[in-house]
């Protein structure tokens, strides 16, 4: 017997960051991803689903309204877009926390561990943010390292440098690569 094929709604927007691509599965946000990923995107979503079918739509699930509406300013617009980025229990309670941190606000992977009430996993809170399929809207750029340096994400330190500035963290030049709230 074959395998069902899943259908899940796509679509794509033009931001100051690159191409931003989403996927839904009916009104639930499953992948935010940038353009230059769309690769990366697809098989992660095949990992998670086995056999899709991306069905592309002008806004799925309208979460390409309420992107663009973060992208010109209003930050709380994609706050409460129901998500669902599959993972490990462990991994989705990692996500969940991130979506508490409100924009403008940054945390080291230590500070998100002590929240998480774990305090000696930073690195597998660090593993976990890496792991996030849904940029942006999971917002895994407000995690920057003890230093206060920008460190690793998914679209590159440039669009995490963006994301943070656009939400009003005031950056230390790049090479500095600190941050601070504002």
């Not at 230059?36 to 390409?64: N, Q």
């Not at 809207?137 to 460190?151: E, M, N, Q, Y």
Request: overall charge positive; charged content about 25%.
């Amino acid at each position: 017997m074959a395998a069902k094929t899943i259908e899940l709604m796509s679509g794509r927007l033009d931001s100051p960051i690159g191409e931003i691509l989403v996927a839904c599965e009916g009104k639930t946000l499953c992948a935010v991803e940038f353009g230059d990923y769309e690769a990366r995107m697809i098989g992660e979503l095949r990992t998670r689903y086995g056999d899709i079918r991306l069905a592309e739509t002008s806004d799925p699930g309208g979460v390409c309204t309420r992107l663009r509406a973060y992208l010109r300013g209003a930050l709380d617009a994609v706050d409460d877009i129901a998500v669902d980025g599959g993972g490990t229990e462990f991994q989705r309670k990692v996500w969940t926390e991130l979506r508490r941190i409100v924009p403008g606000e940054v945390l080291t992977y230590a500070a998100l561990a002590w929240r998480l009430g774990i305090p000696k996993a930073v690195r597998a809170v660090g593993h976990a943010n890496a792991l996030n399929p849904i940029n942006i809207v999971v917002p895994c750029h407000r995690v920057i390292g003890a230093s206060g340096a920008l460190t690793g994400y998914s679209g590159g330190l440039a669009r995490k440098r963006w994301l943070l500035e656009h939400e009003g963290v005031v950056l230390k030049p790049p090479g500095n690569g600190g941050a601070a709230r504002l």
